[in-house]
């Protein structure tokens, strides 16, 4: 779908957050790496999407009334085989449910599980006085605890990409401690600089966040995606 | 000298300036731009109050009652007047053709209530109509020292400027152009903007930008207006030149609801500082601050690494000269062998030493050849990348002010030093027991292009710096 079909039907539902998988979609189109990831609303769908995005696969809730969807047990991971994907379907469904009665359950997004890696994480807000704002860090404590995080306004540069990267705290982790890996930094530009591209772009995209974003050492990839709309 | 064809120029730039509504017994206002008339301009004064014209003719001015009498187009008008009377003056002005004016005129928006604010909307939606160039108000308007026009009777008239500020508070406007000035460094061009309700700090960054009298651009900032269009201006003007970005409170979070953890995350603050480095500007924190790294910028040779030769006069002294610049992210490398064998040809080395870095007192004994000689030996050293040197107020005082010559051979040797050599070379003379006899002196460093800096903590943080503007410059 284009980012004006997705604009415009999340507007006529009232919505201004995206579902995950229409932001992914969007993303994934601008050119930014993300995990494949499709929209089942059946159980038999969900099992054929899961054999296209290829095992071990990720089944989430999608509602627009979920918004913290591992609350709710709206998350399973890890799933092997179609025989637990469609037991997961069944389960998240019943979960969801039961969690929020009435919610609106528009299915479940069967997402490839991609092998850990570096966590960062890639985001986009809206300044009230600098307008769109870009935000790099590093993922899990380091941005929840330290707020270890850096920022520059779009369009960036390329040497802006690389400065917010390189001005983070904890960069040393993404060149590889305790025997890891170093973290592809050339990739991590390139998300960082196809993220300021798309919401340049599109200047209705109000919020962003790739969080995660796994750091490999060849390559980066978006594993879950936020997307806020500005109201119609 | 100026930016023909810009909007700003003729303000920036005046022959005939009119000051409005100036009182006695002080006429501050008249008397700040009294030098005009030495330099080539006309003054005048326009006051409607019989009570104040001989006051002002005393001072060899001729006053009219209104704007329109002023014999000349007017370039720039400070505007002294009552708030009240403020939209009437900004009339005869605009109908006049002036080309700009300062409103040095209070109790606008700044006072929240309602007249102030509605009397800013009314001069606001006035000036944007006319396009017209109103300098604050609440503010201390413009200091062009070349031309005469002042904003204090203490600041100095001169044509050496160099230095372009601007500045939201008129207090940290005057109290740089001074303490920049008893450094040896003068403003080029400088406008405190109070409110902005017109012209914001983004129009005159993008004249000053383009001025050719101006090297360096330093501003005090609290907030701005049009965040986007300072963001770019400010981006251009770092390409064009240094700008030294003196932030001053909190920045406005401002009214936002968020969904998102990046929003939650993107305190002002942190927004600010990412997009200072976005746009290559150099930042500070206060005036002091701000006059060191200028100081840098204009009296040092480019910074070109951080191996500093570090030179005391003592042991004590060699010590906290390395604390303080290795604190500030420097370092002090080890000397060349070759460097160490010319050293120890002469050097004392009972109760001195010639490691990085120098104890040197006991070998220079006031010998202005030595010195010279350790100059050249350690600035010819590959590991170093500039130097820092200390001078004793505690030591050499007496000797200074008792054969003022001695002073003299000193500064000279620095001068010459600094003359010859490429690398980067600062001076730490901290005041001791002689505040008042050192703040005498410094006229001769600033005279002789010696920078000189009160403490080695100072001088470290201002090399610093500069040094990663430099390194973010060459990209």
Known sequence: MSFEAVLAQARAEGRTLLTEVEAKSLLQEAGVPVAATLLARTREEAQAAAE??????????????IVHKSDVGGVKLNLQDREAVGAAFDEVVANAERAVPGARITGVAVQHMAPQGTEVIVGMTTDPQFGPVLMFGLGG????VLKDVSFRLVPLEEKDAQQMIDEIKGRPVLSGVRGQPPADIEALKRTI?????????????????LNPVFAYPDGALAVDARMVIAEA | MGVPGHRLDRMFNPKVVAVIGDKGPGYMWLHNNLPLTERGGRLYSVQVDE???????????????SVLEVPEPIDYALVAVPRQVAPYVLKDLIAAGAGGAGFFTSGFAETGEELGIRLQAQLAEMAREANFNLVGPNCMGLYLPRAGVRFSADAPVTDAGEIGFLSQSGTHGIMFSLVAAANGMYISKCASFGNAVVLDVSD?????????????????????????????????????KPVVVWKGGQTEAGARATMSHTGSLAAPQAVWDGMMRQCGALTT???????????????AKPLRGDGMALLAQTGGQSVSITDAFAKAGLQVPRFTDATYALLGEFFNIVGGSYQNPLDMAG?????????????RIVEADPNVDGMAMELSAMFAARQWKAKPETLDATIATLAGHIARSEKPFVVILHPAHEAEYVASIQPKFNDAGVPVFPSFERAAAAYRRALEFARTRAG
């Open chain 2, 285 to 299: 924190n206060n005036l002091d601050e701000t006059v060191d790294v200028m100081k840098m910028l204009l009296r």
């Open chain 1, 52 to 65: 296209q995005v290829g095992f071990p696969v990720v089944l989430k809730i999608v509602s627009p009334d």
């Open chain 2, 204 to 240: 005159y960054l993008e004249y000053l930008m383009l001025d050719d009298e101006t090297r360096v651009i330093g501003m005090y900032v609290e907030g701005v207006k049009d965040g986007r269009r300072f963001f770019t201006t400010l981006k251009e003007a770092c390409r064009r």
């Open chain 2, 363 to 375: 070998t220079i004994q006031g010998n202005m050849e030595t010195l010279d000689r350790v100059l």
């Open chain 1, 141 to 144: 404590i380091m941005v929840e």
């Open chain 2, 51 to 65: 009570k104040e014209v001989p006051g002002i003719e005393a001072l060899g001015l001729q006053n009219f009652k």
């Open chain 1, 193 to 209: 600089l196809k993220v300021s591209e798309f919401v340049q772009a599109h200047p209705e995209v109000k919020e962003l966040d």
